[in-house]
Each structure stands twice: as C-alpha cells, then as structure tokens.
C-alpha cells in the first residue's frame, strides 16, 4: 500500500516562472493538506483540500498561491511567478476523512528559485 | 490562534542516554498532540501521539507525557541509539476548524554520538 506520492522531488524554476507541485493521497484518501517547511522552521499549515472542493486555504498567501483536487488525478498546488522567498520544502498528507488522526506526510517537493 | 513553542532547538546526547524534548502550547482547548521525526532529505513521519484524555503514552522506547494544567507535553527517547538522530518537532491541533489542522513547533535536532 504505497504511501503519499509527491513529484517531482526537486524543483528548480527561475524568478517569475510557475512552479506546479504534485500529490497522490493514499489509497481511499479523499482529503489532502498541503504544508510548507522554510530552511530550519516547522511545517505551516497551507490548504485543506476534499474532492473537487477547497476546504481551509488560511494558510495560503493571498496572491500566486492557488490549489486543487480534481476527482480524477493528484492534488496540484501552483505557485506563480515564483520568488526567492517561495524557496522550501513542501509537503502534504492525505486522510479518509476529516476527523482523522496521525495522518503522515510524503516525501515532498523542495522547490529552489534561482 | 494555537502557537507551539520547543525547546531545546538542539540537543547532543551520547548513545544510550535519554533525550527529553519539551512543547508548549497556547489553547488549552487544543486536544491532539503528535510527535514527527524527519529525517534529512525526507518528509515527518509520524512517531507518536497523545489526545487530552491521557496523561502519558509509551511504546517501545518513546514516550510522550502530557499535563494540561501546564499546557505543555514532552517527548521521553530512552536508551539512544544513533539512528533516532534526526530533526523532531511537536504539533497541537488548532481547534475551531473540524479538521486536523496542526500548528508544529520549530523542531529539535537531535544528534546521538556513538
């Protein structure tokens, strides 16, 4: 039973590019979180995501920043015309339902904008 | 909103010896607790949790306690080995969303020296 699945694993994108981060939920996982992890900082809470439906986006900047779960295929998180502060790791988790405990992270993207 | 303070940001243990890690959390109506270790170049993994309703977990070598007086809840690693040396941050769950959306603390490195 394969874990979250995130690609690519490594991103690099010059300033001003868009940058598109993917995540595959578990089997029978309907619900998505994304986090971001700054260089030597916790994980902050971006989007909660179910189906087709954007749950919590609190977390996510205003601006450049936009996310999805289309019902078929991964969870997209997009960050336009990226900026040296866009630089990190990012990481999402999957659940099969809201209430869910403990749910664990995947490997995650570690975007760098050069 | 929850914030999630920990201490030490590191901590050089030889191996055998215990390891304590300590958080702090700000909303006493917080419920949910987990521990993640990551691993350089990996996403946290999930290593323990504890929910309001008890005072004190243990498996295996790892424990975690937990005083709601004093809103704050430690991780107990006995008889340290190299392999736990990694990057380990806490969370509470931030409540008043009906998810888990957890607020981390800003890790400890710990380094088990042979």
């Known amino acids: 039973n394969a874990g979250v699945m995130q690609n690519p694993r490594h991103l690099v994108r010059r300033r001003g590019q868009e940058a598109r981060l993917r995540c595959s939920p578990m089997?029978?996982?309907?619900?998505v979180y994304w986090y971001r992890q700054l260089p030597e900082e916790g994980l902050k809470f971006m989007v909660y995501?179910?189906?087709?439906?954007?749950?919590?986006e609190s977390g996510m900047p205003k601006e450049r920043f936009s996310a999805e779960f289309p019902k078929e295929g991964p969870s997209i998180l997009r960050i336009q015309q990226v900026v040296r502060g866009d630089s990190a790791a990012y990481f999402c988790?999957?659940?099969?339902?809201?209430?869910?405990?403990?749910?664990?992270f995947g490997s995650g993207t570690r975007l760098t904008v050069v | 909103g929850e914030n999630v303070e920990q201490h030490p940001s590191t901590l050089s243990v030889q191996e055998g010896d215990s390891a304590v890690i300590k958080c702090t959390y700000s909303?006493?109506?917080?419920?949910?607790f987990p521990w993640y270790k990551q691993e350089l170049g990996k996403g946290p993994q999930l290593i323990i949790d504890?929910?309001?309703?008890?005072g004190e977990k243990k498996d295996q070598r790892i424990a975690v306690t937990l005083n709601k007086t004093a809103k704050h809840f430690s991780l107990h690693i006995t008889e340290t080995q190299p392999e736990d040396s990694a990057v380990y941050f806490c969370?509470?769950?931030?409540?008043?969303?009906?998810?888990?959306?957890?607020?981390f603390g800003t890790g400890t490195r710990l380094l088990v020296s042979p």
């Open positions: 969370a509470a769950r931030a409540l008043g969303t009906g998810f888990q959306k957890l607020v």
């Open positions: 909303d006493s109506a917080s419920n949910y």
């Open positions: 988790a999957s659940s099969p339902d809201r209430r869910f405990y403990g749910y664990t």
């Open positions: 504890i929910r309001s309703n008890v």
């Open positions: 089997k029978g996982h309907s619900h």
């Open positions: 995501l179910q189906k087709e439906n954007i749950i919590d």
